[in-house]
T-cell receptor, first 113, second 121 residues
């Protein structure tokens, strides 16, 4: 059974600082997705990582994928309050013809002024 | 492009009652998913359709949950009878397609609807 673990689960940081969220998974996969969820809202797609070594950047967020280590990172540079949200990674798993996403527990990020 | 539509947005019922949720995916998306998201957790897949066929329902509690996508477009998820532990947000998502092309899996980026928040009293 695929396990997807994120850490930390809770992160409180100051504006202007850098930090990294880690996503580890237990089974071979070369597809990983990052989503953002604001309180009471649905999930918004941030990044699609489709191969080993993939790196994507959007504004202050950068995501990478190392399929050999079964690890993805979401790096936040010079955090601003608007980035406060819960971030989920989701790993693509193929099981007997079905292709589905398995989500991590989420990292609740709070950025303080 | 219109996103995934869901209704209702909120529902409060008493235990042992029945409830139904509706989802209309993004136009042209062949694959539709229903997820359950309990407060403080990541979404958990309940059922996955490709067109009007079920691809995966291994995590659907079939004694009380049912879902259908009769014409391969919109879908309904029903709970009968509801239990207290069914209180959660029910998310519908859709994606272009699943499967493999030339031996490589295609992207399974899923687009989520606003969800239905269910409270069972």
């Amino acid at each position: 059974e695929l396990k997807v673990e994120q850490n930390p689960l809770f992160l409180s940081m100051q504006e202007g600082k850098n930090y990294t969220i880690y996503c580890n998974y237990s089974t071979t996969s070369d597809r990983l997705y990052w989503y953002r969820q604001d309180p009471g809202k649905s999930l918004e797609s941030l990044f699609v990582l489709l191969s080993n070594g993939a790196v994507k950047q959007e504004g202050r967020l950068m995501a990478s994928l190392d399929t050999k280590a079964r690890l993805s990172t979401l790096h936040i540079t010079a955090a601003v309050h608007d980035l406060s949200a819960t971030y989920f990674c989701a790993v693509d798993l193929v099981v007997t013809g079905a292709q589905k996403l398995v989500f991590g527990q989420g990292t609740r990020l709070t950025i303080n002024p | 492009e219109a996103g995934v539509a869901q209704s209702p947005r909120y529902k409060i019922i008493e235990k042992r009652q029945s409830v139904a949720f509706w989802c209309n995916p993004i136009s042209g998306h062949a694959t539709l998913y229903w997820y359950q998201q309990i407060l403080g957790q990541g979404p958990k897949l309940l059922i996955q359709f490709q067109n009007n066929g079920v691809v995966d329902d291994s995590q659907l509690p079939k004694d009380r949950f049912s879902a259908e996508r009769l014409k391969g477009v919109d879908s309904t998820l029903k709970i009968q009878p509801a239990k207290l532990e069914d209180s959660a947000v029910y998310l519908c998502a859709s994606s272009w397609r699943i499967g493999r092309t030339s031996g490589r899996a295609v992207s399974n980026e899923q687009f989520f609807g606003p969800g239905t928040r269910l409270t069972v009293l």
